[in-house]
């Protein structure tokens, strides 16, 4: 079965420090792979997105995400974090192959501290 | 930016009652779905519509469940009978391809 694990539910980093969010997935076909960001009474914005190619991909508001085929990984990272960074992160994998529904993962809650 | 929009964003309603969620997807997009997130739990694939038939849907979506496109804009989830259990937020996505999916804000549905 397809699964997506965000083994962190919540992560603080100083404003200014470098953030590291983790997934990990489990996907019986080629995926493809989502990071998107929900803050409080906000819709789920996409952030950035990896179908093929090049395995470091950029996104919106300075994040990047590289997938790792052989740890079956896709973290997302943002080397200088800022206040309005604070909100509830999203992995989700998808493939051709399962109608391209999404799995996502649980979450990852961001707080940030000045 | 064109964006999915969704109405209403708070839906209360008495348990076994009918409730219609309305999506309005971005206008050149072709595959569209709904997903919810019970409170505390992850976000759950429910359906998938193209080419106005269902392509794909989860084991949640049963009988009570049911989607429509009545026109060219809007897309519809139904519940017939809701259930305490079918509160959520309910979020609806579109998609030009299929590949990348974009979420509209959601709609939080409270059954009592």
């Known amino acids: 079965a397809q699964s997506v694990t965000q083994p962190d539910i919540h992560i603080t980093v100083s404003e200014g420090a470098s953030l590291e969010l983790r997934c990990n997935y489990s996907y019986g076909a080629t995926p493809y792979l989502f990071w998107y960001v929900q803050s409080p009474g906000q819709g789920l914005q996409l952030l950035l997105k990896?179908?093929?190619?090049?395995?470091l991909v950029q996104g919106i508001k300075g994040f990047e995400a590289e997938f790792k085929r052989s740890q079956s990984s896709f973290n997302l990272r943002k080397p200088s974090v800022h206040w309005s960074d604070a909100a509830e992160y999203f992995c989700a994998v998808g493939a051709k192959e399962y109608g391209n529904k999404l799995v996502f993962g649980a979450g990852t809650i961001l707080r940030v501290k000045s | 930016e064109p964006e999915v929009t969704q109405t209403p964003s708070h839906q209360v309603t008495q348990m076994g009652q009918e409730v219609i969620l309305r999506c309005v997807p971005i206008?050149?997009?072709?595959?569209f779905y709904w997903y919810r997130q019970i409170l505390g739990q992850k976000v759950e694939f429910l359906v998938s519509f193209y080419n106005n038939e269902i392509s794909e849907k989860s084991e949640i979506f049963d009988d009570q469940f049911s989607v429509e496109r009545p026109d060219g804009s809007n897309f519809t989830l139904k519940i017939r009978s809701t259930k305490l259990e079918d509160s959520a937020m309910y979020f609806c996505?579109?998609?030009?391809?299929?590949?990348?999916?974009?979420f509209g804000p959601g709609t939080r549905l409270t059954v009592l």
């Open positions: 206008s050149n997009h072709l595959y």
């Open positions: 990896y179908f093929s190619g090049d395995t």
């Open positions: 996505a579109s998609s030009p391809l299929e590949d990348t999916q974009y």
